[in-house]
């Protein structure tokens, strides 16, 4: 796909699926911007794939405040954004009963809020250039409540990133700004090495293609978005699952 000239952040860019992304937006041609709260794995992926084509910054997206400052930041350092893959999450995997006030309070302010400090840093430079492809990556645990690794907390943080993925999808649309969403299901990265192989075998035998994804299979439905063969698709929420979620 083709990225020559856009400047695209890939928060979560470090690791499994946004390090995919990078690479193809790299192969592509384009510069990518990894921001990430582990700096060092980060700096790892920009010296493997060349100083001058990836750029990193720490950020902790359970920070609304520090996200906005570092992605105001960005922007002033590169004056156009032209895509935004908000990738990073984090996972929570225990009972309803067992979500403590802060477990919530973590996956909510990174996976959702995180989110919003992001999108809400950078489009209004997106309106004014019309022109931006935000890509938000969900799960399928925001369709089905969870049931594979992630459960509450985490559906929770995912289905309010579809719902946000939708409103600004609508909102930008008359601007050249493209919202739309991927939900993956089980993908082979370091969030899903927790995984006892017993409760693996299981995961596996309840998705109709029998295996996990690698990243990169998610990562081009993601770079479909932020690239311009996308140009007159908004609001859209993919499935990226090998077969498990098959909605309407
Ligand atoms: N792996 C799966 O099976 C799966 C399934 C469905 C959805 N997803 C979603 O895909 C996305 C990527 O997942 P992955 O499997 O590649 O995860 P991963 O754990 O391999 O990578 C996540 C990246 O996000 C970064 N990160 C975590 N917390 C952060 C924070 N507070 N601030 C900034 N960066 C932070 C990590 O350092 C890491 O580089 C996540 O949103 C996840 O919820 C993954």
Not at 192 to 198: N, P, R, W
Request: proline fraction near 2%; aromatic fraction near 6%.
């Amino acid at each position: 796909m083709d990225f020559v000239g856009k400047n695209i952040i890939v928060t979560g860019g470090a690791s499994g699926i946004g390090k995919a992304v990078v690479e193809g937006i790299v192969v592509g041609g384009g510069h990518a911007i990894i921001t990430d709260i582990n700096l060092d794995s980060a700096e790892k992926v920009r010296e493997k794939l060349g100083e001058d084509v990836v750029s990193c910054y720490a950020v902790n997206l359970g920070n609304a405040t520090e996200t906005r400052e570092v992605f105001l930041k960005i922007l002033e350092d590169f004056g156009q954004i032209h895509g935004l893959v908000n990738n990073a999450g984090i996972v929570s995997t225990v009972p309803f009963e067992d979500v403590s006030q802060s477990e919530w309070d973590k996956v909510i302010s990174v996976n959702l809020t995180g989110v919003y400090a992001t999108i809400s840093a950078i489009y209004p430079s997106m309106k004014e250039k019309r022109y931006g492809r935000i890509v938000n990556i969900a799960s399928v645990a925001a369709k089905r409540g969870g049931g594979l690794l992630g459960t509450s907390a985490y559906a929770a943080s995912k289905a309010g990133v579809i719902g946000l993925t939708k409103a600004v999808a609508r909102e930008g649309a008359e601007w050249g700004v493209s919202c739309n969403g991927v939900c993956p299901s089980f993908t082979i990265t370091p969030m899903t090495s927790i995984l006892t192989d017993e409760k693996m075998e299981r995961i596996l035998n309840s998705i109709p293609m029998h295996r996990g994804a690698e990243p990169k299979e998610i990562a081009n439905v993601i770079l479909f978005y932020v690239s311009d063969l996308s140009s007159f698709v908004t609001g859209e929420i993919s499935d990226v699952d090998g077969g498990v979620t098959m909605d309407g």
